[in-house]
């Protein structure tokens, strides 16, 4: 069964570092792009950004940039997500999602499960 | 960045509605457009991918059209387990981006 498997929800205060995880199982995990979709709590999707893990080339949205980390390990079939210094407005649902990185007609076809992420002091 | 749009953002239908969601974008975006399903805690499910093609598994009563800027999904014949929110995303750029989503209650 294809599969993308993400870690479990976590309680973070503002400034402290985190990584969560997506792991990949019943594909070749190198074919597809995996990509991170935030959620704020009430609101709609948003596209944060995505990893080649064939290659590690990402590519991250303009709001997103420079605040969160994309990064993947092909050893582990895992792609992470990573946070320096969270803040409160980063709480929300983030879910991992693969897309081929062949066909680009293609679009986001296996989902995880979501990650919640609460920050608050 | 491509710009999404809904129309409606919500809309009330009963079982058995035609229903009709439409989704714009800021440029030509060449059909790289894709619908997908959110119920209340859970992940995201695509439903349409290319702007018509059906996702494997995915009931007929479900349909995507449009091309350019402006594109439609179709739900024939609303059916209790429809009830959800729904996104257009495109695909075509570098930069994704998603609609703000449609809401389908009863």
């Known amino acids: 069964e294809v599969q993308l498997v993400q870690s479990g929800p976590v309680v973070k205060k503002p400034g402290e570092s985190l990584k969560i995880s997506c792991q990949g199982s019943?594909?070749?995990?190198?074919?597809?792009?995996i990509t991170w979709v935030r959620q704020m709590p009430g609101k709609g999707l948003e596209w944060m950004g995505r990893i080649d893990p064939s290659d590690s080339y990402s590519r991250y949205s303009p709001s997103i940039e420079g605040h969160v980390t994309i990064s993947v390990d092909k050893s582990r079939s895992t792609a992470y997500l990573q946070w320096s210094s969270l803040k409160a407005s980063d709480t929300a649902m983030y879910y991992c999602a693969r897309r081929s990185s062949s066909d680009f007609a293609k679009a986001m076809d296996v989902w995880g499960q979501g990650t919640s992420v609460i920050v608050s002091s | 960045d491509i710009q999404m749009t809904q129309s409606p953002s919500s809309l009330s239908a009963s079982v058995g509605d035609r229903v009709t969601i439409t989704c714009r974008a800021s440029e030509d975006i060449r059909n790289s457009l894709a619908w997908y399903q959110q119920k209340p805690g859970t992940a995201p499910k695509l439903l349409i991918y290319?702007?018509?093609t059906l996702e494997s598994g995915v009931p007929s009563r479900f349909s995507g059209s449009g091309s350019g800027t402006d594109y439609t999904l179709t739900i024939t014949s609303l059916q209790p387990e429809d009830f959800a929110s729904y996104y257009c995303?495109?695909?075509?750029?570098?930069?994704?981006?998603f609609g703000p989503g449609a809401k389908v209650e009863v």
């Open positions: 290319a702007a018509s």
């Open positions: 995303q495109q695909y075509y750029t570098t930069l994704w981006t």
């Open positions: 019943g594909y070749t995990f190198t074919n597809f792009w």
